[in-house]
């Protein structure tokens, strides 16, 4: 079945900078590629989505990047600020099933 | 348009004890899946369903059981509760029947076993 492994599992950087989060996955046939934004006490919340058929897509300060021959997919937040702060989840669909990464905790500071 | 409503918000439960933890859409979804949420674990899928009439098993189904008698409704049952099912649950509910599209999640219910 799919494995999806995110990375790094914490994040802190100043507020303004850039931050990159990394996802591999392991099932060739996975097709669909969203993140998600966890706020505390929340469910999670989706932030961006890429299809295989795209290499990049952006949104605002927001953008993700798919290589599909390497199998990894990775979340690009530019010009960070303290609100970013959350725990942001990786997945990939497999079977109809959504297969999530760990987790990685951001914390912006200001 | 309430989205995703799951009640309790909060339970403890003992060894033993059966609960159902419930999950209620009003968007007219036709799929939608059962998670657990544990500290460095992730989202684990527990239990998903495609339709009204139509569940299958997720990566950690021991121990729970659901149903999809309607489209809007997707109730997680816990038969003899455990220590090690205590954790975060999810319910989440997309469009597509094939999953490819935005899911949906709700606050979550916190149980807790002793």
């Known amino acids: 079945g799919e494995n999806v492994e995110q990375h790094p599992s914490t994040l802190s950087v100043q507020e303004g900078d850039s931050a990159v989060i990394k996802c591999t996955y392991s099932?060739?046939?996975?097709?669909?590629f969203p993140w998600y934004k966890q706020e505390l006490g929340k469910g999670p919340q989706l932030i961006i989505d890429i299809r295989s058929n795209v290499g990049e897509k952006k949104d605002q300060r927001i953008a993700v990047t798919l290589n599909k021959t390497a199998k990894h997919f990775s979340l690009h937040i530019t010009e960070t600020q303290p609100e970013d702060s959350a725990v942001y989840f990786c997945a990939a669909i497999s079977t109809d099933k959504l297969i999530f990464g760990t987790g990685t905790r951001l914390q912006v500071f200001p | 348009n309430a989205g995703v409503t799951q009640t309790p918000k909060f339970q403890v439960l003992k060894t033993g004890q059966s609960m159902t933890l419930q999950c209620a859409q009003d968007?007219?979804?036709?799929?939608m899946s059962w998670y657990r949420q544990d500290p460095g674990m992730g989202l684990r899928l527990i239990h998903y369903s495609v339709g009204a009439g139509i569940t299958d098993q997720g990566e950690v189904p021991n121990g729970y059981n659901v149903s999809r008698s309607t489209t809007e409704d997707f109730p997680l049952r816990l038969l003899s509760a455990a220590p090690s099912q205590t954790s975060v649950y999810f319910c989440?509910?997309?469009?597509?029947?094939?999953?490819?599209?935005?899911?949906?999640f709700g606050d979550g219910t916190r149980l807790s076993i002793l």
């Open positions: 099932d060739s046939a996975s097709n669909y």
């Open positions: 968007m007219n979804h036709e799929y």
């Open positions: 989440a509910s997309s469009y597509s029947k094939r999953n490819n599209q935005p899911q949906h």
